[in-house]
């Protein structure tokens, strides 16, 4: 099993950043890679950013690329997502997941463990 625990949502202006954060803890060593994926209010939840637990892959949704960085710092069990210029397209629950076995990384049901999420909420 592996929990995974978000935090570090909130309310921010557009142009601002935040930098979500979530602790995993459990059976951090069969993990294979985490992503986050965010979900707006009547809409589906969507791929946003994901990394290989080992670092050496990083992935993006287009529409975040050169705004949002994920990094994971093994150490201390935590995966960081920073965002910078937000814009009000960016309000949404942002969720955390674990994956355990190689392979897509761009669907929901790639990811095998879920946070409760965090919100996000972007004033124009």
């Known amino acids: 099993q592996v929990q995974l625990v978000e935090s570090g949502g909130g309310l921010v202006q557009a142009g601002g950043s935040l930098r979500l954060s979530c602790a995993v803890s459990?059976?951090?060593?069969?993990?294979?890679?985490m992503g986050w994926f965010r979900q707006a209010p009547g809409k589906e939840r969507e791929f946003v950013a994901a990394?290989?637990?080992?670092?050496?892959?990083?992935y993006y949704r287009d529409s975040v690329k050169g705004r949002f960085t994920i990094s994971r710092d093994n150490a201390k069990n935590t995966v960081y997502l920073e965002m910078n210029s937000l814009e009000p397209s960016d309000t949404a629950v942002y969720y955390c997941?674990?994956?355990?076995?190689?392979?897509?990384?761009?669907?929901?049901?790639?990811?095998?463990?879920w946070g409760q999420g965090t919100r996000v909420t972007v004033s124009s």
């Open positions: 997941a674990a994956q355990m076995k190689t392979g897509s990384y761009l669907r929901t049901t790639d990811y095998d463990y």
């Open positions: 459990g059976r951090t060593f069969s993990l294979y890679g």
């Open positions: 990394i290989t637990w080992s670092g050496g892959g990083r």
